[in-house]
C-alpha cells in the first residue's frame, strides 16, 4: 500500500514569508497528525484532524500557523509569516481510526529552514 | 517539563552484541508505548509497541519491556545489526502520543 505522501522535502525561505506543506494520507485512515520535529528533539504534535475535523489544536500556534483538511483527505499546513524558530522538520502521519491502541504511520517529511 | 525521557542522546554497541535503549515517563494515564526507529532523510518507521497490560512484547529480534512501577520500558534488540544504526523514539500514549527526544544507535562493524 501506498504510504504518507508529503511535498516538498525541503524548503528554505526568508523570516517574515509564508510557506504551506502538503500532506496526502494513507487511503482510508480517518485520522492526520502534524508533527514539528525541531533538531534534537522528538516530534511534538501540531494539530489532529478526525476526517474533516479538528480533535486537538492545542500546541498549535495558531497567530502564525494554520491547517486544514477540508474533503478528509488530504491536508496543508500554512506558516505565515515565518519566524526563524519555525526550522524543524514538518512531519505528517496518519491512522486508521485515531481511536484505541494504534500506530501512526509517517512520512517522510519537509525539512524547513527560515533565513 | 518532558513526559517522556530518553536520557541517553547516544550509544554504540558492537555488531552482534545485544542494544539496550531506555525510555522514563511521568503520566501514570499513559496505557500504549511505541518505538519507531528513523533514519536520516526518512520519516519514523514503526518497530514495536506494547500495552500497558503487558510487561513484555516480542518480535523476532527487538523485544520490549514495560515496568508500570518504575514508568519505564527498554528496547532490547539481539544481535545487533549495522542496519540498525538509526534513531530511536520512545512514544507513549493515553489518548495523544508523546515522543522522547529520542536516542541514537551506532552499530559498529
Known amino acids: 500500500e501506498a504510504g504518507v505522501a508529503q511535498s516538498p522535502r525541503y524548503k528554505i525561505i526568508e523570516k517574515r514569508q509564508s510557506v504551506a506543506f502538503w500532506c496526502n494520507p494513507i487511503?482510508?485512515?480517518?485520522?492526520l497528525y502534524w508533527y514539528q520535529q525541531i533538531l534534537g528533539q522528538g516530534p511534538k504534535l501540531l494539530i489532529q484532524?478526525?476526517?474533516?475535523?479538528?480533535?486537538?489544536d492545542s500546541q498549535l500556534p495558531k497567530d502564525r500557523f494554520s491547517a486544514e483538511r477540508l474533503k478528509g483527505v488530504d491536508s496543508t499546513l500554512k506558516i505565515q509569516p515565518a519566524k526563524l524558530e519555525d526550522s524543524a522538520v514538518y512531519l505528517c502521519?496518519?491512522?486508521?481510526?485515531?481511536?484505541?491502541?494504534?500506530?501512526?504511520?509517517f512520512g517522510s517529511g519537509t525539512q524547513l529552514s527560515v533565513l | 517539563d518532558q513526559q517522556v525521557k530518553q536520557n541517553s542522546p547516544s550509544l554504540s554497541v558492537q555488531e552482534g552484541r545485544i542494544s539496550i535503549l531506555n525510555c522514563d515517563y511521568t503520566?501514570?494515564?499513559?496505557?500504549?508505548f511505541l518505538w519507531y526507529k528513523k533514519y536520516p532523510a526518512e520519516g519514523p518507521t514503526f518497530l514495536i509497541s506494547?500495552?500497558?497490560?503487558?510487561d513484555k512484547n516480542e518480535d523476532g529480534r527487538f523485544t520490549v519491556f514495560l515496568n508500570k512501577s518504575a514508568k519505564h520500558l527498554s528496547l532490547h534488540i539481539v544481535p545487533s545489526q549495522p542496519g540498525d544504526s538509526a534513531v530511536y523514539f520512545c512514544?507513549?500514549?493515553?489518548?495523544?502520543?508523546?515522543f522522547g527526544p529520542g536516542t541514537r544507535l551506532s552499530v559498529l562493524p
Open positions: 502521519a496518519s491512522s486508521v481510526t485515531g481511536v484505541g491502541n494504534e500506530k501512526l504511520f
Open positions: 506494547i500495552s500497558s497490560i503487558k
Open positions: 484532524f478526525q476526517n474533516n475535523g479538528v480533535v486537538d
Open positions: 512514544a507513549a500514549s493515553d489518548r495523544n502520543f508523546v
Open positions: 503520566n501514570s494515564m499513559f496505557d500504549y
Open positions: 487511503s482510508g485512515h480517518a485520522t
